[in-house]
């Protein structure tokens, strides 16, 4: 007995690091590395093995927390009433004893309820004061979650005032955040065209997008919302949850395209099915349904445990899958190098499309499940979106059956493949001299957030390399009038602009063509932060190991990114190219005026809500003077400047000393 107790304790830990370690990567990195049903298993398992050797699930166990999204560079704050999760279930079983639970506390016969569609997106808490946004919240813990209000009011669906004349004093309002289908289409159709790795489904991109710092990306990204159920509320006088859905639609806010208030649990798995019907005709992902009690005053009198409400319960819809057979392992060499496996598949149906591809993601995915050519494989359409193989028949697979081996030159210029330590991904180093990054990283360097060359676009881009006038970005200022009036739809008037909005280009500040370069993982941003630490790009190509780990935000993988793009001797050839045809490589050469340098050298750290700037505009402000705006208060931050609601960065500036300022007294800075 001992023995089997003390396998079964070896088990529970190693569930809960599994576990631990499978949250950190669906909640805050928002790329989840198994399926849902996969998660539910383990966390089933692990339920079951505490309240057989245990007696209880401890508080400190994975099984009774709600998985935590808060991340480094938000304020946190604290819900008026938790944010909990919710309960699954795949089976009708299941929610069947979910309704017998619930009757047998109230004593009834039949209970009504509520049932929702279940959009696959980001949970979010939305407070209205007097009928005025003041905060977006995520979930975070369920107690406290990050501050996400700048991103939040990108979102062209969101009402920042609600149409009322006598709203609550005090409301948070719960709901989700997600991309629609096409949305998420659009979006990876851009990413195909320029070679870069698609998204896997739109929950993690959904996610992932309103925790960006930069508000202006998350705009470009075009998030939706949907609103369906209340947390603290002051008056509250709402008596079920019918009337709060009639009340958030009155209110302007976005609501569920169909929802159903029925009486027993047999006119809720009706519901289900009905829904499990029409879900495809919907405009975003949905992977289940939630149902709820109706009446609030028995929602209160269920309670709930410590992560989930016993009043409501989500039933999860099995992801549909197909079996097919895997042809080929293809690659796929995107604008960064990045060298992506890609699965060619005899056509298959799956979820209403017809299924040709899927993506492998990278070498270790492939290792993992032992993908080989030639396999009988199952196919699965992760988010209803985008196809990938979720495991390998291995009893189908021939005797002449090899592993797949990922190859160590890239298919497309012969250059030695590399890969970082902290990274999946086989990048080819070559940067400007391989042919399929030739392309995307033209439309990249031409692009409005690198060198802005007017009408350098796809289709000028795709001429230019294919008639063979341009190998590299060098070769761009080196195009003549006469070279461009040979291509199609190009005329005198048009050549000459081509080439003059290429020369004028020359003198954008340092930053752009350091973005504009393509080194991986190197954003506008990082880009500004780089320069307005090194000055140059010739004292950036200099800094070593050491030197880079100081500047703060420059990590280890950054680091080794820099490193490894200025160490390749065709990258060094680029680059004396590029200055001896007259690019700015030097901040002090770039055209600046005096009044912009006045914050030089000060970095500031931004909270809370601010009356005139948002945090894009006063980030934009600060930068244009000289100025350094960094997501964390440490001792090298010269100032924080606080706005209403400041959040948990005033305590940590305040018990380090940091000066604390409002917007005026920024603007006094300057």
């Known amino acids: 007995m001992s023995n089997e107790r003390g396998d079964a304790e070896a088990r529970i830990e190693e569930l809960r690091n599994r576990i631990r370690a499978l949250d950190k990567k669906y909640y805050q990195a928002a790329d989840p590395e198994v399926s849902d049903r996969e998660y539910d298993r383990l966390k089933e398992e692990l339920v079951s093995l505490e309240q057989d050797v245990l007696g209880v699930n401890p508080e400190d166990s994975p099984t009774t927390q709600v998985g935590d999204d808060r991340l480094e560079g938000f304020d946190s704050y604290r819900h008026r009433d938790p944010m909990l999760s919710l309960d699954n279930t795949y089976n009708r ?5 979910f309704d017998q639970r619930l009757r047998k506390r109230f004593e009834v016969e039949e209970l009504d309820y509520t049932v929702d569609p279940k959009i696959d997106g980001l949970a979010i ?17 369920g107690t406290e979650g ?4 700048a991103n939040a009011r ?54 992932g997008t309103i925790k960006l710092l930069d508000s202006r990306l998350v705009a470009q990204r075009k998030l939706a919302i949907v609103v369906y159920g209340l947390g603290f509320c002051d008056p509250d006088s709402i008596g079920s949850q019918t009337e709060l859905q009639q009340l958030i639609l009155e209110w302007g806010l976005p609501v569920v395209e169909r929802y159903w208030t029925v009486s027993g649990i047999e006119a809720v798995w009706r519901s289900i099915e009905e829904l499990d019907q029409m879900r495809g005709e919907f405009s ?64 298959v149906e799956l979820a209403g499309t017809t299924v040709a591809r899927a993506t492998l993601h990278n070498e270790d995915e492939i290792r993992r499940k032992d993908i080989r050519e030639g396999d009988w494989v199952r196919v699965e359409k992760a988010g209803e979106i985008i196809p990938q193989v979720l495991s390998v028949d291995t009893q189908r697979r021939g005797e002449d059956s090899a592993p797949f081996e990922f190859p160590t030159e890239c298919p497309a210029c012969g250059s030695s493949l590399k890969r970082l330590p902290d990274e999946a991904v086989w990048r080819c180093p070559n940067a400007a001299g391989c042919p399929p990054q030739v392309r995307r990283r033209l439309e990249h360097f031409g692009s409005r957030a690198c060198m802005d060359i007017e009408n350098l676009g796809k289709a000028v881009v795709d001429q230019l390399v294919s008639k063979q006038l341009v190998h590299n970005i060098a070769d761009l200022y080196r195009l003549r009038v006469e070279d461009l009036i040979r291509l199609e739809k190009f005329a005198q008037r048009s050549s000459d602009n081509l080439v003059l909005a290429i020369a004028d280009s020359r003198k954008r500040e340092v930053w752009r ?117 960094t997501s964390s208060v440490s001792k090298k931050t010269s100032y924080l400047i606080a706005g209403e609601e400041a959040g948990s960065k005033l305590a940590k500036a305040q018990s380090l000393g940091v000066s604390v300022i409002d917007e005026e007294e920024l603007k006094s800075l300057a």
């Open 93 to 97: 079983e299941d929610l069947l004893a």
């Open 125 to 141: 808490s939305l407070t209205y004061e007097k009928g005025t946004l003041v905060r977006a919240v995520t979930r975070g813990n």
């Open 146 to 149: 990050d501050d996400v209000t």
């Open 154 to 207: 990108t979102i062209q669906t969101l009402p920042t005032q609600l149409k009322s004349q006598n709203p609550p004093d005090w409301i948070e309002l719960r709901g989700e955040v997600y991309l629609t289908n096409d949305e998420f289409l659009r979006i990876n159709q851009e990413r195909e065209k320029r070679g870069e790795p698609l998204y896997a489904n739109p929950r993690n991109l959904a996610a």
């Open 284 to 347: 975003y992902p949905t992977d289940g349904a939630v149902v709820k009690l109706n009446q609030r005053s028995l929602q209160r009198e269920a309670g709930r445990t410590a992560k989930a409400p016993r009043w409501s319960i989500a039933y999860k819809f099995e992801t549909e899958k197909a079996e097919t057979t895997l042809r080929k392992i293809g690659l796929q060499v995107g604008r960064t190098g990045a060298v992506t496996p890609v699965a060619h598949l005899d056509p």
């Open 513 to 629: 063509l350091l973005h504009g370069l393509g080194i991986p993982n190197v954003g506008s941003g990082t880009a500004k932060d780089l320069i307005r630490e090194f000055r140059s790009i010739d004292a950036l190509a200099a800094a070593n190991e050491e030197t880079l780990e100081k500047v703060d935000g420059i990590g280890s993988i950054l680091t080794a990114s820099i490193r490894t793009f200025f160490a390749e001797p065709k990258n060094q050839k680029l680059l004396a190219d590029l200055r001896e045809l007259g690019l700015n490589f030097s901040e002090e050469s770039g055209e600046q005026k005096e009044e912009e340098k006045t914050l030089k050298g000060m970095t500031f750290v931004l909270t809370g809500t601010l009356p005139n700037f948002s945090r894009t505009q006063a980030t934009e402000w600060i930068e244009a003077r000289g100025g350094k705006v």
